[in-house]
């Protein structure tokens, strides 16, 4: 267990409207990931964060935006949501074991957009 | 451009032995993972190779071959808990995580 919580658990919200999905952790990791999974689609990047108010942008960035103003948070928002965002979203922190760091998974939000 | 191959879906019974085949493309290679995933949850991490061989973790064990771009997750002794699926991902010269899109394993009786 790495210590992380991700919140809301699940939602369902309509076209166009704003979502924010938190992430928290309270190991003091420095980098912390969003991806999003969907069926017959590996796990996808959205956007990362190497530190308290750096990130960057992964493969499937558009539509979304992120902010860490805190080490613990990562906020992951929607700006207008649209049905092609219906997935389950999943945060991650990495931390060093053996050779490498290795990605840990928070529990996933399931997001509807109607 | 960066691919991650494995099948998408493997039939074993409890008690036998099964092999999970991935194949990868990632620009420059920095190892390769292996994580088990169970229907509704989390991803959670197995084993890590960056170095041609096996590496043996209990039940579990994972082999690399980098000259052929190839990787394989062994699961011995079945059991109906194994089921699930099991995600291949390669790091790529960037660190970041390519991604396969999973072999879900039934385990059947």
């Known amino acids: 267990d790495a210590g992380i919580t991700q919140s809301p658990r699940h939602k369902v919200t309509e076209t166009g409207t704003p979502v924010t999905l938190r992430c928290h952790q309270t190991?003091?990791?420095?980098?912390m990931y969003w991806y999003r999974q969907d069926p017959g689609h590996g796990l996808r990047l959205i956007h990362y964060?190497?530190?308290?108010?750096?990130?960057d942008k992964g493969e499937v960035s558009d539509g979304y935006s992120v902010s860490r103003s805190k080490t613990e948070d990562f906020l992951l928002t929607l700006e207008s949501a649209t049905s092609s965002q219906t997935s389950v979203y999943f945060c991650?922190?990495?931390?060093?074991?053996?050779?490498?760091?290795?990605?840990?998974f928070g529990p996933g939000t399931r997001l509807t957009v109607l | 451009g960066q691919n991650i191959d494995q099948p998408t879906e493997m039939t074993a019974t409890e008690g036998a032995i099964v092999q999970i085949n991935c194949t990868y493309q990632?620009?420059?290679?920095?190892?390769l993972f292996w994580y088990q995933q169970h229907a509704g949850e989390a991803p959670t991490f197995l084993s890590y190779?960056?170095l041609d061989g096996l590496e043996e973790k209990g039940r579990f064990s994972s082999f690399l071959s980098r000259s052929k771009g190839y990787s394989y997750l062994l699961l011995k002794e079945l059991q109906m808990k194994d089921s699930a699926s099991y995600l291949c991902?390669?790091?790529?010269?960037?660190?970041?995580?390519?991604w396969g899109a999973g072999t879900k394993l039934i385990i059947k009786p």
């Open positions: 991650a922190i990495s931390e060093p074991v053996e050779v490498t760091d290795t990605q840990y």
């Open positions: 190991e003091n990791h420095r980098y």
């Open positions: 964060s190497y530190g308290v108010k750096d990130t």
């Open positions: 990632t620009s420059g290679f920095n190892g």
């Open positions: 190779n960056v």
């Open positions: 991902a390669g790091m790529d010269s960037n660190y970041q995580l390519i």
